[in-house]
Nanobody, 120 residues
Framework: QVQLVESGGGLVQAGGSLRLSCAAS????????MAWYRQAPGKQRELVAT???????NYADSVKGRFTISRDNAKNTVFLQMNSLKAEDTAVYYC??????????????WGQGTQLTVSS
């Protein structure tokens, strides 16, 4: 099993910055891709950013140029630096990872979510 623990959410004013962290722990061989998703009230969960084990990244159009995803492979941790925050960024942010848990088997895991509220 893999546990993902997120931290760093909170209340911030529009235009401000915040950094989310998510650390993976438990029993696994390696962590493959990692990602951040978010879910605003009344909306479906959406992909925010992804990062491969080698560091290649992708972003949703809505956050390009404002958010930066990064990871520390030695600590199995992924970060999301969020700048120029907008009210529409308000959501619960979820960490996701794909972990190799057996030689020929990988699966996805989710964190419990951390709330970000951006006040306008």
């Amino acid at each position: 099993q893999v546990q993902l623990v997120e931290s760093g959410g909170g209340l911030v004013q529009a235009g401000g910055s915040l950094r989310l962290s998510c650390a993976a722990s438990g029993s696994f061989i390696s962590i493959n891709g990692m990602a951040w998703y978010r879910q605003a009230p009344g909306k479906q969960r959406e992909l925010v950013a992804t990062i491969t084990s080698s560091g290649s990244t992708n972003y949703a159009d809505s956050v390009k140029g404002r958010f930066t995803i990064s990871r520390d492979n030695a600590k199995n941790t992924v970060f999301l630096q969020m700048n120029s925050l907008k009210a529409e960024d308000t959501a619960v942010y979820y960490c996701n990872c794909n972990a190799k848990v057996r030689t020929l088997y990988s699966r996805d895991y989710w964190g419990q979510g951390t709330q970000l509220t951006v006040s306008s």
